[in-house]
């Protein structure tokens, strides 16, 4: 009995990790990947991080170069920016954006004391165009009137989805 009991206690942790982003096993790195936010390149101290098709960036880099303040309390995730408010949860797919609820594919993660966000839906919340150069695996995030990109000239197979 005690067996199935440290069994069941060990699953049930594994699959909350693998959920919350405790195990960074779990998760693809995305090093591999540059982003530029209006012109300049950014470097995180947390790497990027690919999960389900998304790319996540520590939230405070990409919020405060687009122009929005950060508030995170216990969980909550409050910018205001470019004449928008946007809320946030960690572990949430439900944001609001402007006082509309909005769903997002996948949902802020911690790694360690990091705040993890979905680059694509923080960057537009804000009013940002992005694009995603495939051949050279580069995020292009601008905000209206941002100084042209750093990466390289567009090319037939450019995607405009970061998923």
């Known amino acids: 009995m005690r067996i199935l009991r440290l069994l069941t206690l060990v699953t049930a942790v594994s699959f909350l990790g693998l959920i919350f982003g405790l195990f960074p096993s779990a998760q693809a790195s995305a090093d591999n990947v540059r982003i530029i936010v209006n012109g300049q390149e950014m470097t995180f ?37 470019n004449g928008r408010d946007i809320q946030l949860h960690i572990g949430s797919t439900t944001a609001t954006v402007n006082g509309q609820p909005t769903t997002l594919d996948v949902a802020p993660f911690l790694v360690g004391a990091r705040t993890l966000v979905p680059l694509r839906f923080i960057s537009e919340a804000l009013g940002a165009s992005v694009n995603y150069d495939d051949n050279s695996q580069t995020v292009t995030v601008a905000s209206a009137g941002a100084p042209a990109s750093a990466a390289p000239p567009p090319t037939a197979s450019v995607s405009n989805v970061i998923n």
């Open 45 to 81: 101290d947390q790497p990027p991080i690919e999960r389900s098709g998304r790319v996540f960036v520590p939230l405070r880099g990409v919020f405060e170069r687009l122009g929005a303040s950060v508030v995170y309390d216990n969980g909550a995730i409050n910018a205001t920016g």
